[in-house]
Nanobody
Framework: QVQLVESGGGLVQAGGSLRLSCAAS????????MGWFRQAPGKEREFVAG????????YYTNSVKGRFTISRDNAKNTVYLQMNSLKPEDTAVYYC?????????????????WGQGTQVTVSS
């Protein structure tokens, strides 16, 4: 069993920054890929970014490329999402997810474990 706990959400003005954290516990993460998803009211959950735990390869959805950066700290079993140049359309609940795959799935159904989510609100 894997437990994921997100933190770092909040209210920020457009153009501002936030850093989300996802602390993982329960098992080793040498073969886990980690992903960040988000879900806005009335919309489907969408993939934001992912990182392969073993070699650090990353992948981003087009709308956040150049603004968001996913990273991980193996010693702390923590994955981060640095979000810069935030826009009102980035407003959503952000979820951390984990899957035992080497590649980075963009489909939410592929992930085995989920955190509870953290709210990010960007005001205009």
């Amino acid at each position: 069993q894997v437990q994921l706990v997100e933190s770092g959400g909040g209210l920020v003005q457009a153009g501002g920054s936030l850093r989300l954290s996802c602390a993982a516990s329960g098992r080793t993460f040498n073969t886990y890929t980690m992903g960040w998803f988000r879900q806005a009211p009335g919309k489907e959950r969408e993939f934001v970014a992912g990182i392969n735990w073993s070699d650090g390869n990353t992948y981003y959805t087009n709308s956040v490329k150049g603004r968001f950066t996913i990273s991980r700290d193996n010693a702390k079993n923590t994955v981060y999402l640095q979000m810069n140049s935030l826009k009102p359309e980035d407003t959503a609940v952000y979820y951390c997810a984990a899957v035992t795959q080497r590649y980075i799935p963009t489909f939410s159904g592929a992930y085995n474990y989920w955190g509870q989510g953290t709210q990010v609100t960007v005001s205009s």
